[in-house]
């Protein structure tokens, strides 16, 4: 067998079995002298101490820094969705709230148009709410929510307050539209109650800026109507039950014809708030004196 040559200019190799071989000596040997003595016991123990345990309590620390932050977000999210259910909740009593004072105070006004005395007792009546109306601050024409199907029908007296609103000059199955006296083509056969003369009382929106409407055609040659006297719809009505309240006189004025007179009145219906009213369910027609 000849001898391993290393010839010149080739790298030194050592053959793969014995640099196996040669670690499995070492490492045997360190795995002896490690259970028998305590050469390496200090030297570990320091670096273990100085590296391998504040790392290890590093780790520790963000760990449970990472816990806590996610248990805290976490938290927040519940809270964040528990806050959004209460608004919720909020926002639904209140809606709640609202529609129970709206039916309240609906109920209340309802109880004050039926406590009326004579001669509005003798008429069979149905509250209804307006739904709409026509552009503009006042209620000149409107509609309600109640129609043919509760018996309403064309030319039905309307009031609020005890007093006159209107008539109905449509109707449908679940509705019916109103025109009020203060519209500009309403007219109303009125008469003062403190003398029995007649009048003519004339819708004009653009003086119920003011808070006044026309009346015409008083025959009073004694002077007995004087104003805040009270006017009412007269028996000669056509389309107007009598003695509804229509208003008070506000001005009286001499016509040209030396005849008659005129002047404005005030209505007793505030027409800018208008939210329930009555209907009479009897036709002027149907009525007998």
């Not at 050592?14 to 071989?21: E, I, N, R």
């Not at 639904?92 to 509005?120: H, S, V």
């Not at 509705?175 to 003369?197: H, P, R, T």
Request: proline share 3%; with cysteine.
């Amino acid at each position: 067998m000849s001898p391993i040559v290393k010839r010149r200019g080739e790298a030194f190799t050592l053959p793969s079995k014995y640099l196996l071989f040669i670690l499995t000596i070492l490492c045997t040997g360190m795995i002896i002298i490690t259970f028998n003595t305590n050469l390496f016991t200090g030297p570990l123990n320091s670096f273990a101490g100085i590296f391998v345990v504040p790392f290890q309590k590093g780790i520790t620390t963000v760990g449970t820094y990472l816990r806590n932050t996610t248990d805290k977000l976490s938290s927040i999210t519940q809270l964040l969705d528990e806050n959004e259910k209460l608004k919720n909740q909020i926002d639904e009593l209140t809606i709640a709230n609202t529609t129970l004072e709206q039916e309240k105070y609906e109920l209340i006004e309802l109880r004050n148009m039926y406590q009326l005395d004579d001669p509005y007792e003798k008429y069979e009546k149905i509250g209804a709410r307006i739904i709409a109306k026509d552009a503009g601050n006042w209620y000149h024409s409107f509609v309600i929510d109640k129609g043919s199907d509760d018996g309403l029908a064309i030319d039905m007296n309307v009031i609020a307050n005890g007093a006159l609103v209107g008539r109905i000059i449509d109707v449908g199955p679940d509705w019916a539209k109103v025109q009020s006296i203060i519209a500009d083509n309403a007219s109303v056969s009125g008469m003062v109650l403190s003398s029995s003369d007649n009048l003519i009382v004339s819708g004009d929106l653009e003086l119920y800026r003011q808070g006044l409407i026309r009346f015409s055609k008083l025959v009073d040659d004694v002077d007995k109507v004087s104003i805040g006297d009270k006017i009412v719809t007269s028996n000669i009505s056509d389309k107007y039950l009598p003695g509804i309240l229509v208003g008070y006189i506000s001005t009286i004025d001499d016509d040209s014809n030396n005849l008659t007179k005129s002047g404005t009145m005030t209505p007793a219906v505030d027409f800018e708030h208008l939210n329930i009213v009555l209907v009479l369910l009897e036709l002027k027609k149907n009525v007998t004196n």
